[in-house]
T-cell receptor
């Protein structure tokens, strides 16, 4: 079952912050985040493997709340280059603490950054 | 180029045609995937290959037939498609089927139109 992302779309001015959420109905092994620009391939941003893990990539960071089966992507001081569609992908947790190796994506959040 | 090359970039085919999509990666990855991306729908996982063995068929109709002759190449053979099969078909690869730490690397996709 696919994760649910919110919001569906965000419009920002340069320098503003945004948060994109990803929720799953299943226990998770990992959460991936990708960005796709129009006409291009999705690009890997980061993966979160452990409950409570936080990772950062320049001004983009993410957290993973294992209990709530949720992840959030934080974009701070947004730049024009941040525009695109952001997807979370989730791997369900298998008995024994491993994954099924089956990444399921949310519907995407369209982020538009204006000058 | 992302390290995963897909050909052709665009394909128009009739419903009675047979065609194949090709995906190639020289990243040393052991897992390869086919995803379908339709307008306003999430990325849909179709097939997973891990060390050349198919480990996932996500209830894909038999008119789509994957082939993985080695860890670097993945094909998607198409025959008697329907107009609703028109979509962007994305190939991806990862170190193994957990996508651990480095995530998936996607190709730029083949835009398929069935007429």
């Amino acid at each position: 079952q696919q994760p649910v992302q919110s919001p569906q779309a965000v419009i920002l001015r340069e320098g503003e912050d945004a948060v994109i959420n990803c929720s799953s109905s299943k226990a998770l092994y990992s959460v991936h985040w990708y960005r796709q620009k129009h006409g291009e391939a999705p690009v890997f941003l980061m993966i979160l493997l452990k409950g409570g893990e936080q990772k950062g990539h320049e001004k983009i960071s993410a957290s993973f709340n294992e209990k709530k089966q949720q992840s959030s992507l934080y974009l701070t001081a947004s730049q024009l280059s941040y525009s695109g569609t952001y997807f979370c992908g989730t791997e369900p947790l298998r008995a024994g603490g491993t994954s099924y190796g089956k990444l399921t994506f949310g519907q995407g959040t369209i982020l538009t950054v204006h000058p | 180029e992302t390290g995963v090359t897909q050909t052709p970039r665009h394909l128009v085919m009739g419903m009675t045609n047979k065609k194949s999509l090709k995906c190639e990666q020289h990243l040393g990855h052991n897992a390869m995937y086919w995803y379908k991306q339709s307008a306003k729908k999430p990325l849909e996982l179709m097939f997973v290959y891990n060390f050349k063995e198919q480990t996932e068929n996500n209830s894909v109709p038999s008119r789509f037939s994957p082939e993985c002759p080695n860890s670097s190449h993945l094909f998607l053979h198409l025959h008697t498609l329907q107009p609703e099969d028109s979509a962007l078909y994305l190939c991806a690869s990862s170190q193994d089927d957990s996508g651990w730490d480095y995530g998936y690397t996607f190709g730029s996709g083949t835009r398929l139109t069935v007429v």
